[in-house]
């Protein structure tokens, strides 16, 4: 039974994405897990008073402190977003790395937030246990994904700007479709690739780049990737312009030296990095603010609504 395709048949994908859904159940996902690890935790405590954590008010404040600090660090680290490309070596680096800060902040802030009524042993078991169930959900998340992008769902349109050293990164894109990455076309003068892929995809001479345009406005191109022995600053720009005007992003395979093009991030696809280039703004302080009022959000609904989840 193809689960995915009946979801979209049933209209469930598409509204996700239409009232952009996604990141708030992801982010709901992810303080249940912290809830978990509390109540267990809890639970495990000689000294509670209640069956629930939420109606232990030391407690309650506690995991009001704990729950958006824990978030914001995974944000800066860039782990709340589900990954298209990422190890799973990196991502436990990055909840392991998280786990340290939080319980390190606690310690340093035990005589402050904490009550006499809260152990220290209890620290360490909440961090230990949202490190295991915030990394397991994580990584369920991740084959999910994947699995859903390798059934042809969730793909990016992708055009490369290529020559003989893109041949690799081609190839890896066509292997693993759970990276959910669809090649519209190719430029190139490369006898190779034109006689490799053209076949299947549409391989277009380099002389032919003003196509580039039309093809971003018609065909919903995402990304462009360039990916050279060599570059022409000139053309770069205006194809960066131009992709900054119909909000597609600009992706740059540097050859190890810097580029002085404009402000730019890097980012990786594969084991492959980029410099990326997009209208979208990436303040990281900005953003994280945002993402902590839509977890406080989740939190506070999620507190209004337990007294009738607990009966």
Not at 14 to 23: C, E, Q
Not at 53 to 78: C, N
Not at 185 to 202: L, Q
Not at 295 to 311: M, R
């Amino acid at each position: 039974m193809d689960v995915f395709g009946t979801l979209y048949r049933f209209r469930v994908i598409p509204i996700l994405k239409k009232w952009n859904l996604l990141n708030i159940i992801l982010g709901a996902f992810d303080i249940f897990a912290i809830v978990l690890a509390f109540q267990l935790s809890y639970l495990l405590n000689p000294l509670a008073s209640e069956i629930l954590f939420l109606f232990d008010r030391e407690y309650l404040w506690l995991f009001m402190y704990v729950t958006p600090l824990w978030l914001f660090i995974l944000y800066l680290l860039k782990a709340t977003e589900i990954p298209r490309t990422k190890s799973y070596r990196i991502i436990f680096i990055e909840y392991a790395v998280s786990a340290v800060a939080v319980l390190l902040i606690l310690i340093l802030t035990y005589f402050l937030v904490v009550s006499t009524r809260v152990p220290r042993r209890f620290i360490f078991e909440v961090v230990g246990f949202g490190f295991l169930f915030l990394l397991c959900l994580r990584i369920v998340e991740y084959k999910v994904f994947r699995l859903y992008r390798s059934k042809g769902y969730n793909f990016i349109n992708v055009v490369i700007l290529a020559d003989d050293r893109a041949l690799p990164f081609i190839k890896s894109l066509i292997t693993n479709s759970d990276w959910g990455y669809r090649i519209a076309a190719i430029f190139t003068m490369s006898d190779t690739i034109k006689d490799k892929y053209e076949e299947n995809i549409i391989i277009l001479p380099d002389e032919y780049i003003q196509v580039l345009n039309d093809l971003m406005e018609v065909d919903m191109i995402d990304e462009v990737l360039h990916i050279k022995n060599r570059e022409n600053p000139a053309e770069i720009r205006d194809i960066i312009r131009s992709c900054e005007e119909l909000g597609v992003t600009f992706r740059l395979m540097p050859r190890g030296e810097d580029i002085n093009i404009s402000s730019a991030i890097k980012s990786e696809i594969g084991n492959y990095r980029f410099l990326t280039f997009t209208n979208i703004p990436h303040n990281t302080i900005a953003l994280a603010i945002k993402k902590i009022l839509d977890i406080l959000g989740s939190l506070t609904a999620l507190l209004i609504f337990s007294p009738f989840t607990s009966v």
